[in-house]
């Protein structure tokens, strides 16, 4: 079995979760399996190296899961992007809407040098609403936008394309 299958096996659906009529990906039984969860990791390493990536930003907090890991195999900084008051340095931040109100995420101020190559990294790609206020906290910081990595994507939901106003550069292991 390949890696794709071996994740799409893994990964559970709960059906209506968190609303009735949504159907959630649950990846949570990809990190019982220590050495799967090292596959992605080399997976997604594979996918960026010859990429000339300076740092890579995670979305929390699923964002962080594999995006460190990432940073780490990469030998570059992670950059965490937060939810607006949990960081305690001084911050940059930036609100967006979602399908029924608004979010507003954060970044330290210090976080990016400028002109830096940044790769975006969470585990979903829904409507790309997060993925872009990520995009746009990044842009403020000075850095510019390598690409965007997911562990997986809902292609129903046209996320990709709402990136591609920020870069062509986007890759999910996962597609359903």
Not at 145 to 169: D, P, Y
């Amino acid at each position: 079995m390949n890696l794709t299958e071996r994740i799409t096996n893994a990964i559970r659906t709960i059906p209506d979760f968190p609303k009735p009529g949504i159907m959630f990906k649950d990846i949570t039984p990809l990190l019982k399996d220590v050495e799967l969860s090292k596959e992605i990791t080399v997976a997604f390493a594979e996918q960026w190296k010859a990429k000339n990536i300076d740092a890579i930003v995670g979305i929390e907090s699923r964002g962080f899961i594999w995006g460190n890991s990432l940073a780490q195999l990469m030998g570059i900084p992670f950059i965490p992007i937060r939810k607006k008051g949990k960081l305690p340095a001084e911050t940059l931040s930036f609100k967006y809407d979602l399908e029924y109100g608004s979010a507003e995420i954060e970044i330290h101020k210090d976080a990016i040098d400028k002109g830096q190559k940044i790769l975006i990294h969470d585990d979903l790609l829904a409507t790309g609403g997060t993925a872009i206020a990520a995009a746009e906290l990044v842009k403020m910081s000075g850095g510019e936008i390598a690409g965007f990595s997911f562990l997986v994507e809902l292609s129903f939901l046209n996320g990709i394309q709402e990136l591609e106003g920020h870069s062509t550069n986007i890759h999910s292991l996962i597609t359903y």
